[in-house]
């Protein structure tokens, strides 16, 4: 598999030294553990995904980025995963999150209940379109050409439950793991006859 490799977050690295730093009693205590559950799981989310990578039926010249980061304008922008093939480029963004995850597209977000609690995250759909309009965005200020992009949450989490309130078209971009083959020999199925001419791939942006 061509991948770059992945460095261990510096985000868990600094939480994990916070929470050695706080006292057992103090009352931030309980959030930051909180903190580090959820940026613990999101890794171990990325991670797993390697295996469903391996049993994809690539073309011969295709990279996977992995925590690529890249500026657009003044801000910076952040992608779990990119997969840059000669036909399109296929933008994941993966989520590692378990319990009954009850998809709220009309109000952007996400509620979660597990062991009789409830939490809202914001909904990753928005949140990896916005990211392939900037990466878009980005290649048509350097490059006259630029593949199809194509986005998709992936859910890691085999103990999570997924419903949705009512249908909402971001929905179709909420996969779960197994679902990324058959996705994707479809993109490349579909993609390679349209364009006869594959474009230039290239490890790094």
Same mark, same amino acid.
């Given at each position: 598999?061509?991948?770059?490799?992945?460095?261990?977050?510096?985000?868990?690295?600094?939480?994990?030294?916070?929470?050695?730093?706080?006292?057992?009693?103090?009352?931030?205590?309980?959030?930051?553990?909180?903190?580090?559950?959820?940026?613990?799981?999101?890794?171990?989310?990325?991670?797993?995904?390697?295996?469903?990578?391996?049993?994809?039926?690539?073309?011969?010249?295709?990279?996977?980025?992995?925590?690529?980061?890249?500026?657009?304008?003044?801000?910076?922008?952040?992608?779990?995963?990119?997969?840059?093939?000669?036909?399109?480029?296929?933008?994941?963004?993966?989520?590692?999150?378990?319990?009954?995850?009850?998809?709220?597209?009309?109000?952007?977000?996400?509620?979660?209940?597990?062991?009789?609690?409830?939490?809202?995250?914001?909904?990753?759909?928005?949140?990896?379109?916005?990211?392939?309009? =900037?990466?878009? =965005?980005?290649?048509?200020?350097?490059?006259?050409?630029?593949?199809?992009?194509?986005?998709?949450?992936?859910?890691?989490?085999?103990?999570?439950?997924? =419903?949705?309130?009512?249908?909402?078209?971001?929905?179709?971009?909420?996969?779960?793991?197994?679902?990324?083959?058959?996705?994707?020999?479809?993109?490349?199925?579909?993609?390679? =006859?349209?364009?006869?001419?594959?474009?230039?791939?290239?490890?790094?942006?």
């Amino acid at each position: 598999m061509n991948a770059n490799p992945r460095i261990f977050p510096m985000k868990i690295r600094k939480l994990d030294a916070l929470q050695g730093r706080v006292h057992p009693s103090h009352k931030t205590l309980p959030a930051i553990e909180a903190e580090v559950g959820i940026a613990r799981a999101g890794w171990q989310g990325e991670i797993s995904m390697d295996y469903y990578y391996r049993q994809l039926d690539l073309p011969l010249r295709y990279f996977f980025l992995h925590q690529l980061r890249l500026q657009q304008n003044t801000d910076f922008f952040q992608m779990n995963t990119l997969l840059l093939t000669q036909y399109f480029l296929l933008l994941l963004e993966i989520k590692n999150y378990a319990g009954h995850l009850l998809f709220d597209h009309a109000h952007q977000q996400i509620i979660r209940t597990r062991d009789e609690k409830q939490d809202v995250f914001p909904d990753p759909a928005l949140q990896v379109q916005q990211q392939a309009a =900037s990466l878009r =965005s980005w290649l048509q200020e350097r490059y006259t050409s630029v593949p199809p992009i194509y986005h998709y949450v992936v859910m890691t989490h085999p103990r999570a439950l997924i =419903s949705t309130t009512a249908y909402h078209p971001l929905h179709q971009y909420i996969i779960r793991p197994d679902a990324l083959c058959g996705i994707v020999q479809d993109l490349l199925k579909k993609e390679s =006859s349209l364009h006869l001419t594959p474009y230039k791939v290239a490890p790094t942006l």
